[in-house]
């Protein structure tokens, strides 16, 4: 590794840290590499078409907002039955 990447480091959280932040930053690499891969291994594989509440961005707010409104009425209902119990 190159010296002044690890003295740029050192000098940003201490030589104790330093380890631990470069394991953090290459950790955060692979994660970000991983995702990008899958995005590009998955890009369309969902049609629009197939889905009319997708057709424009009002509609699809619209789609997420009714969704999320289902899963908040499904937790609240969860939630008073646990109370009930």
């Not at 692979?30 to 891969?37: N, P, Q």
């Not at 197939?50 to 907002?65: D, I, K, N």
Request: aromatic share 8%; hydrophobic share 40%; proline share 5%.
């Amino acid at each position: 590794m190159p010296r002044e990447l690890v003295a740029d480091a050192d000098r940003l959280v201490g030589p104790r840290r330093c380890g631990d932040f470069m394991t953090e930053a290459v950790r955060e690499k692979v994660l970000r590499i991983r995702r990008e891969r899958v995005l590009r291994e998955t890009a369309g594989a969902l049609a629009a078409s197939g889905y009319p509440e997708w057709q424009t961005p009002e509609q699809v707010s619209a789609w997420v907002r009714r969704g999320r409104e289902r899963d908040d009425a499904g937790f609240r209902a969860a939630w008073d039955a646990r109370d009930e119990a």
